[in-house]
């Protein structure tokens, strides 16, 4: 759950995608328009990304958007996460196809970065 001053804006999450190899998808909401591009979204997501890491023994993390998800894509290499795969109208958004995007880091990586 992430709040700003005890309101509740948006929510963490992961799911797997394959246990047998530690295949983990990470994600982040930010619900409210008025609280995007204030870096709520990049704080809470690096917070996020970093209690994964420290809590268990993964050795890489992922997140999947679409072409259009501009914000997150941009959240995403903020912290460094790189493009991994584009998957060519892989997506419906709005009735129109768009690309999937998967990006990702790795443990070494990330500990290289905010050690």
């Known amino acids: 759950m992430i709040t700003v001053d005890g309101t509740f804006i948006g929510t963490v999450g992961c799911y797997w995608i394959d246990k047998n190899t530690d295949w983990l998808e990470t994600g982040i909401v ?26 268990t023994a993964l050795h890489r993390l992922g997140m999947s958007t679409w072409s ?12 460094g996460m790189q493009g991994e795969a584009r998957i060519r109208q892989a997506r419906q958004v709005d009735g129109q ?19």
């Open 68 to 79: 259009g998800n501009y914000r997150m894509m941009k959240v995403a290499k903020h912290i």
């Open 30 to 55: 930010i619900y409210d328009p008025t609280y995007w591009n204030g870096g709520y979204g990049t704080e809470a997501y690096k917070l996020w990304i970093d209690y994964l890491f420290d809590h």
């Open 97 to 115: 196809y768009c690309d999937a995007i998967k990006m990702g880091i790795l443990r070494s990586e990330w500990n290289d970065r905010f050690s």
